[in-house]
Nanobody, 115 residues
Framework: QVRLVESGGGLVQPGGSLRLSCAAS????????MGWYRQSPGKQREFVARITSGGSTNYVNSVKGRFTISRDNARNTVYLQMNSLKPEDTAVYYC?????????WGQGTQVTVSS
């Protein structure tokens, strides 16, 4: 099993920045990829960014050039650096891990972009 704990959400003004963290524990060596999803009220959960065990990354078009996903293998932690935030980025952000064909999710962290 893989357990994920997110942190770093909060309230920020448009144009501001936040960094989300996701610490993984458990069967770390079986993780194929880790990433971030988000869900706004009344909308389906959507993919935001992913980083594979090999270091490859991909992003949803709406965040390309503004968000960066990275990882610290020594800390078993994945980060999402979010810059130039927009009100439409407001959502609950969930960390996700793909391991051995199974999905693991964190509890979510709220990001609110508002003046």
């Amino acid at each position: 099993q893989v357990r994920l704990v997110e942190s770093g959400g909060g309230l920020v003004q448009p144009g501001g920045s936040l960094r989300l963290s996701c610490a993984a524990s458990g069967s770390i060596s079986n993780i194929k990829s880790m990433g971030w999803y988000r869900q706004s009220p009344g909308k389906q959960r959507e993919f935001v960014a992913r980083i594979t065990s090999g270091g490859s990354t991909n992003y949803v078009n709406s965040v390309k050039g503004r968000f960066t996903i990275s990882r610290d293998n020594a800390r078993n932690t994945v980060y999402l650096q979010m810059n130039s935030l927009k009100p439409e980025d407001t959502a609950v952000y969930y960390c996700h891990a793909d391991y051995l064909g199974f999905d693991s999710w964190g509890q979510g962290t709220q990001v609110t972009v508002s003046s």
